[in-house]
């Protein structure tokens, strides 16, 4: 702040209030703002000539001034008493005496106005031995005020008092302080006579050579007294430089190393040499116990520093002075010890014995870090008032290295635990420069790619030209400040190029892109999935297909065969038409083969909840059927696990699916070979590996290991060896149904299948069945035919005209008494007819309208104890006939036969199990 004024002028001020109102004269030092913050005595400050003060100050004083004084022209009276009272300087009276009268001085009054301040220039435009014309301009750029303009009329009009004369007679004719550029003044004085001349040149140096003295003795004194301030501050200044250098010193090492102990025992020991401590030490605050714990401490003697290590006080202990410290946040100086009333048995007390201490709260931004601890053993007077900001600072220095040590072993622990997850994560991870040169790699992306470094490869070589275009697109839209995604190929070092999905995030630098990251997914497995998922769908697809067709030629062959079976019973088996017969019956028979083939391989054909297959015997029994038919170059063996236990299948669709897989072997191996089947118990695990996308479930399974040493299948055909109807044979040769069969029954029997082949080394099929503890469930006995006629009266339901007027045909050759409906609406209105005399329902699954499981509900309701039995061109686990078998209905697949059918309407009737 520039300073325009010298204190001669608060002098003035200062001597008119005390003159005047003794008592309110403090109050010109109350206040004064920041300009007077730093001084001790403001009085003895604004006091001295020598000291010069800013304009903005002076107003100041003024406004003070005429506040106490009650007096608005308070500043024209003090100019006109400054001179009157002749309460200027020595130097400056010796200057104006010098002058001889007041037309000389006014000559060089801008000299003269120079010792007093710099608020002004003053011009003088005209001047005679009796009077002046001045000019008084002032500064513009600085904050003035009236008063100014007052007191410089005061001093000019008492001027002429110096020489004995009466004041000045003073026009202001422009004034600055009313809007005028300047002001002026013109004075008129009394010219001196010679009596008087001659008695002011004799008398008055005499006088102001003893004022002069007088105020010499009394400007040495206050010299003596400067120089010891001066002394004093001297010495408070290099130890503020010497704290301030400890300051920089401990800033420095904070930013040099992080290992806590080694910065605390280096900062401490050289807070020691220059705060006149003789111990220190620190307590840091932990927030989960709530408590200060000395974590080190210097000037300690190694034992006792080892007593008191981990020492702890709580936070909330009210009678401890740390705590009492900690939780106020303000720094507590303690000067005698012996004067305070502390607990003696404290250990730290009763082991160090300080004099004083000193206790400093670390924080950072306003959050308790610890408290710093120092103390003295022998001056009680160590710390002084000087001394407490800088160890508030040395403590928040402390405090920032404990937090920044803290805030490094968080970021490092941050570090290492996000580096073990971009590490580990089980997806590659690249980060690209603005070029495209990788950065940075994770394990498993060098992995994926058999690379051990991949910094600063070119993407752009792990990529074909394809890649390259969808690559380019990425980066592109990263480079547009958005996210991007893509499909792109790349090149292993060793082996086969692998699919992989990048998803990426730009990165920018000051708004400014300047790479990227991307995580990148491998789609090989994902695409080997997609690629089953689709063959089961297609496998699915075909098998629900299968089944309808199915469904509908078991339609029309239960109408063939049960019309051949009426024909053949009324006609001699010699005669033409019963050759004829049993032509169609075995050509239908051949059909109905084909259509259970089908069935076998839709969803619909599971085995029942009863039947169980042991295996061993299945196996040996199918080898022993083949052997008559095996040409002499196969050799055949077999590997049978004992104890075996038994699967969850039908023993006979087991032997098929082995028996289609053997002669698919052995069309494989023209010029000979070897066919080898094996038994064995496997775990639970072992199936997740052979067959990872099966839908087997936890437990024991038996596994059928067929190989052979044929030539093998192509790999391009390994995905369609279990589609219905292809075949690789000579047309005429293969109905493409053999392993859609073996694939549809074990699937069913919720088992899996794995395949492995070689070309020109063989193939091995690999059967997994679940293991069942049911026993092999036994035929039942047959009636025999006198016994299966009857009179009882049968409701024959089915949507098929053929099939209804079959049974119709069956049934009363049996003596039984046929009704007949198309629908199970049409069954509902003929059995409310006839509720009394129906004896039993024979009810089609599948019907237009309403179907049967629809009707024999509402047939239940109008007799809870109905007789049915169920019939359904469906295979026997169609889901409908599952659910009835759950609780314990009858059910007949078709095509059946005569004797089939009339056998199961016998059993119902005489209240026996007709299951299947």
């Not at 400040?481 to 499909?487: F, I, L, V």
């Not at 063996?637 to 698919?664: A, H, M, R, W, Y």
């Not at 070897?674 to 936890?698: G, M, Q, W």
Request: hydrophobic letters at 40%.
């Amino acid at each position: 702040m520039d300073k325009h004024t010298s204190c001669i002028n608060s002098l003035a001020i200062i001597e008119y209030v005390e003159e005047r109102e003794p008592g309110k004269s403090a109050q010109l030092f109350e206040d004064l703002g920041p300009e007077m913050a730093g001084i001790s005595d403001p009085k003895a400050f604004l006091s001295d000539p020598n000291n010069w003060i800013s304009s903005s100050l002076m107003i100041l004083i003024w406004e003070k001034a005429r506040k106490i004084l009650g007096d608005d022209e308070a500043a024209y009276k003090i100019g006109v008493n400054s001179v009157l009272k002749q309460h200027l300087g020595y130097i400056q009276r010796i200057i104006l005496y010098a002058f001889g009268n007041p037309a000389r001085i006014m000559k060089q009054i801008q000299r003269v106005n120079d010792h007093f301040n710099k608020t002004k220039k003053v011009q003088l435009l005209s001047s005679s031995r009796n009077g002046s014309v001045v000019r008084l301009v002032w500064a513009k750029n600085i904050p003035l005020s009236r008063d100014f303009c007052s007191f410089n009329k005061g001093v000019y009009e008492a001027i002429p008092t110096i020489w004995g004369l009466p004041p000045a007679r003073l026009e202001e004719i422009k004034c600055f302080f009313s809007g005028d550029e300047y002001c002026e003044y013109h004075l008129q004085w009394e010219t001196q006579n010679r009596v008087k001349t001659i008695y002011h040149r004799i008398f008055t140096p005499w006088k102001i050579l003893q004022d002069s003295r007088k105020e010499l003795e009394r400007d040495k004194e206050i010299l003596r007294e400067k120089y010891n301030q001066v002394y004093q501050l001297n010495q408070d200044l290099q130890r503020k430089v010497d704290q301030l250098t400890i300051l920089q010193e401990s800033g420095t090492a904070i930013l040099s190393t992080l290992k806590l102990e080694e910065l605390l025992d280096m900062i401490l020991k050289r807070l020691l040499e220059v705060a006149h401590l003789d111990r220190a030490g620190i307590f840091l605050f932990d927030e989960d116990n709530e408590s200060l714990i000395l974590i080190h401490a210097v000037g300690i003697e190694p034992d006792t520093l080892s007593d008191l290590k981990d020492y702890q006080i709580p936070l909330a202990k009210k009678d401890n002075i740390i705590a009492r410290t900690a939780r106020g946040k303000k720094s507590v100086l303690v000067k005698d010890v012996d004067k305070m009333f502390l607990n003696p048995q404290n250990p730290l007390l009763s082991k160090l014995k300080p004099k004083a201490f000193v206790l400093v709260p670390m924080t950072v931004r306003g959050r308790l870090v610890g408290i710093m601890l120092g103390d003295n053993q022998n001056n009680r007077n160590f710390v002084r008032e000087i001394d407490k900001n800088f160890l508030t600072s040395f403590a928040n220095q402390i405090a920032m290295a404990l937090e920044n040590a803290n805030l490094y072993k968080k970021l490092e622990n941050s570090e290492r635990k996000y580096r073990e997850i971009v590490e580990n994560v089980n997806e590659g991870i690249w980060i690209l420069d603005g070029n495209g040169t990788i950065k940075f790699s994770n394990y498993h992306l060098r992995e994926m790619l058999g690379y051990e470094n991949l910094a600063d490869h070119s993407v752009y070589s792990l990529v074909n030209e394809e890649g390259k275009k969808v690559l380019l697109t990425v980066l592109m839209e990263n480079m547009e400040g958005r996210t991007a995604k893509g499909e792109i190929v790349l090149q292993r070092k060793l082996g086969d190029p692998m699919s992989v999905l990048v998803s990426s995030v730009p990165i920018m630098t000051d708004d400014q892109y300047s790479g990227c990251l991307a995580m990148l997914a491998d789609l090989t497995e994902k695409k080997r999935i997609e690629s089953r998922l689709l063959q089961a769908q297609k496998l699915e697809s075909i098998g629900t297909m299968a089944g309808g067709i199915a469904h509908d030629f078991n339609n029309i062959l239960t109408g063939i065969l049960g019309y051949i079976n009426l024909l053949k019973l009324k006609t001699a088996q010699d005669s033409d038409i019963g050759r004829y017969a049993d032509i169609i019956e075995r050509s239908s028979l051949r059909a109905a083969d084909l259509v259970t083939k089908l069935l076998a391989f839709s969803r619909d054909s599971r085995p029942g909840p009863s039947l169980a297959c042991a295996v061993n015997q299945v196996v040996q029994e199918t080898l022993e059927l083949m052997k008559s038919s095996l040409p002499e170059n196969i050799e055949t063996g077999f590997s049978l696990q004992e104890d075996i236990p038994l699967i969850k299948c039908d023993p006979t669709q087991v032997q098929q699916t082995i028996l289609n897989i053997c002669l698919n072997a052995l069309d494989a191996m023209p010029d000979g070979g070897r066919l080898l089947v094996a038994t064995s118990e496997v775990e639970y695990k072992e199936i997740c590996a052979r067959c990872p996308d099966s839908i087997a479930r936890p437990g024991r399974y038996v596994c059928i290991r067929i190989s052979d040493t044929g030539f093998g299948i192509e790999p391009e055909v390994m995905d369609r060896i279990f589609d219905p109807f292809f075949t690789t044979k000579e047309v005429g040769k293969g109905s493409g149904l053999g392993l859609a069969m073996a694939y549809g029954i074990v699937k069913n029997s919720e088992g899996c299948i794995h395949v492995e082949s070689e070309k020109g080394q063989g193939t091995t099929f690999e059967l997994f069945f679940p293991v069942t503890e049911s026993v092999p469930e036994l035929a039942k006995k047959p009636l025999k035919d006198h016994a299966l006629a009857g009179s009882e009266t049968i409701l024959v339901v089915d949507d098929e005209e053929i099939v209804r007027d079959l049974t119709l045909e069956i049934l009363s050759a049996y003596g039984y008494k046929v009704l007949l409906a198309q629908d199970g609406l049409e069954a509902i209105h003929v059995y409310k007819a006839f509720e009394h005399t129906i004896d039993l329902v024979l009810l089609d699954m599948i019907m237009p309208r309403m179907g049967g499981k629809e009707a024999y509900e509402k047939l239940k309701e109008i007799n809870p104890d109905i007789k049915v039995l169920f019939c359904s061109g469906y295979g026997s686990d169609h889901q409908v006939c599952k659910e009835l078998r759950k609780i314990g209905l009858p059910y007949s697949s078709k095509p059946f036969k005569v004797d089939e059918l009339v056998r199961k309407v016998r059993q119902i009737l005489n209240h026996e199990d007709a299951s299947i």
